[in-house]
């Protein structure tokens, strides 16, 4: 049994994993870690392995508290990968982005994929049916947008999600609706079409918090799974520690 963990920039998302089958799963803020890490290990007594992927920080304390239960397996820049680096910069590529990458060569072999995670940041990375990563995208997160919408303006207030009532925003309200949620899906609608020119027969996995949102809304043909990345990380344990 394992214990699959994703440190994003804002939440923890974890998985327990049987095999092929995920038994449970738990998302939760970092200042909760320590108790709900110490709540699934009471329940799940048999987990005696863990796989962490971790881009946002991670305190000391919630380490030492899993590392005293179970063995951690921690990935870094190093790891074996199931593709091809061809990043300029791998030592600056996100971990999240390389699990991400790795679950995409693992589900859907040899095709042209691309990954996109919408998270705090909307992540798009895309890899070659030869198996090479290219590299892709980073853009601000639909909540992000919401919240610089209103930190960086004197007058705009911070709105939750929320669908827009059309195109044109006749109000204040709705024109942060409008340019925030229809711009995300026209800049997600338009970059899988931009991808599509490149390489027409296009593997496209969607991902991350927003997921459910966004699956309703773009008009291309995805793989929509939120929790692609737990399931990444299930993965990369299996074929590269698990041996
Ligand atoms: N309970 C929640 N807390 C925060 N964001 C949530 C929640 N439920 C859904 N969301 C949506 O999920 C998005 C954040 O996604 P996610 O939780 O995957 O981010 P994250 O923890 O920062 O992970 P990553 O760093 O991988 O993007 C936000 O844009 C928000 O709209
Ligand atoms: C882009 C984020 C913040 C998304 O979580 C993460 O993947 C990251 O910190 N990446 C480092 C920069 C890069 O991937 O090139
Ligand atoms: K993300």
Redesign the pocket.
């Known amino acids: 049994m394992l214990l699959a963990i ?1 440190v ?6 974890v998985a327990v994993f049987e095999k092929d089958s995920l038994l449970d799963q738990d ?1 939760f803020d970092k200042t909760e870690a320590v108790n709900r890490f110490s709540k699934i290990l009471e329940k799940y007594t048999q987990i005696e392995n863990a796989i962490l992927s971790r ?2 920080f991670l305190d000391e304390t919630v380490l030492k508290c899993l590392e005293s239960r179970l063995t951690l397996h921690v990935i870094t820049p190093d790891s074996p990968m199931p593709f091809y680096n061809r990043y300029e910069t791998p030592k600056t590529l996100g971990i ?1 982005r390389m699990v991400l990458a790795s679950g995409a060569v693992f589900q859907f072999p040899k095709q042209n994929r691309l990954v996109i ?5 909307i ?1 798009y990375d895309f890899i070659d049916a030869d198996d090479n990563y290219l590299g892709g995208a980073i853009s601000p ?4 947008r919401y919240e610089s919408l209103h930190n960086y303006t004197a007058k705009l207030p911070l709105l939750t ?1 929320e669908n827009p009532s059309g195109l044109i925003g006749g109000s204040t309200k709705q024109s942060i609706h409008s340019g925030v949620v229809n711009g995300f899906l026209c800049e997600v609608d338009g970059l899988i079409e931009r991808y599509r020119q490149q390489y027409q027969v296009l593997t496209v996995i969607l991902t ?3 997921t459910d ?1 966004l699956a309703k809304s773009v008009k291309n043909t995805i793989f929509a799974n939120p929790n692609f ?1 737990l399931e990444s990380l299930n993965h990369l344990y299996q074929y590269t520690i698990n041996k």
């Open positions: 994703d994003g920039n804002t939440r923890i998302k998302a881009v946002g999240d995670d919408s998270g705090t940041c992540t997160g639909l909540r992000l999600l991350g918090g927003d949102f990345l």
